[in-house]
T-cell receptor, first 115, second 110 residues
C-alpha cells in the first residue's frame, strides 16, 4: 500500500506570492491533517479535514487555508507569503482520527523557502 | 493550551551506551505516540501507548506511559549509529489533533 505522497518536495517563493501544496493520503484514509515544522516552534497543527470538511483548526492566520476533495486528496494554500512561512509542511493521514486512537501517518513533507 | 515538554533536546552518546528520553505534560492524553524523523523525511510512527502504566518494547527500544497518562519515556539500550535521528512524542488531545513535543535530536557516535 502506497504511503502518504506530498508534492512538490521543494518550493522556493518570494514574499507576497501564494503557494499551493498537495497531499495524497494512504488509500482508504479519509482524515488528512496538516502540520508546519520549524526549528524554533517544532511541529504545529494547522488543520484537519474529513469528508471534504474542515473539522479542526490550529492557531494560524487566515492566510493559511486548505481543502479536501471527494477522493480524500487535500491541498493547502498559503497566500501573501512571509519570510516566517519558510518551513517543512507535513501532511498526515489516518483512517478516522475521530474514532479510537488518533494514529497518523506522515508524508515526507514539502520544504518551502520564502525569499 | 496543552504542552508537551521533551527532554533532553539534544543528546550525543557513544555506541553501546543506554539513554532515556522524557516527555512530560500537566495534561492527560488519551494516547501518546512516539515518532522518529530522519533529515528530509516525515516522522515515522514507532509506537502508540494508550493505557496508563503501559510498557511496550520494540527491539532495543522500551516505551512507557505514565500511570496518570501525562508523561512517557523512551529508553534505548545499547544504542547504535542507526538510532540517530529526531525523536518526537505526540499526545492525542482529541478533536483530531496531536500536540507534539519539541523533539530530541539524538546522535550516536561509532
Amino acid at each position: 500500500k502506497a504511503g502518504v505522497t506530498q508534492t512538490p518536495r521543494y518550493l522556493i517563493k518570494t514574499r507576497g506570492q501564494q503557494v499551493t501544496l498537495s497531499c495524497s493520503p494512504i488509500s482508504g484514509h479519509r482524515s488528512v491533517s496538516w502540520y508546519q515544522q520549524t526549528p524554533g516552534q517544532g511541529l504545529q497543527f494547522l488543520f484537519e479535514y474529513f469528508s471534504e470538511t474542515q473539522r479542526n483548526k490550529g492557531n494560524f492566520p487566515g492566510r493559511f487555508s486548505g481543502r479536501q476533495f471527494s477522493n480524500s486528496r487535500s491541498e493547502m494554500n498559503v497566500s501573501t507569503l512571509e519570510l516566517g512561512d519558510s518551513a517543512l509542511y507535513l501532511c498526515a493521514s489516518s483512517l478516522d482520527a475521530n474514532r479510537g486512537k488518533n494514529i497518523q501517518y506522515f508524508g515526507a513533507g514539502t520544504r518551502l523557502s520564502v525569499l | 493550551t496543552q504542552l508537551l515538554e521533551q527532554s533532553p533536546q539534544f543528546l550525543s552518546i557513544q555506541e553501546g551506551e543506554n539513554l532515556t528520553v522524557y516527555c512530560n505534560s500537566s495534561s492527560v492524553f488519551s494516547s501518546l505516540q512516539w515518532y522518529r524523523q530522519e533529515p528530509g523525511e516525515g516522522p515515522v510512527l514507532l509506537v502508540t501507548v494508550v493505557t496508563g502504566g503501559e510498557v511496550k518494547k520494540l527491539k532495543r527500544l522500551t516505551f512507557q506511559f505514565g500511570d496518570a497518562r501525562k508523561d512517557s519515556s523512551l529508553h534505548i539500550t545499547a544504542a547504535q549509529p542507526g538510532d540517530t535521528g529526531l525523536y518526537l512524542c505526540a499526545g492525542d488531545v482529541g478533536a483530531q489533533k496531536l500536540v507534539f513535543g519539541q523533539g530530541t535530536r539524538l546522535t550516536i557516535n561509532p
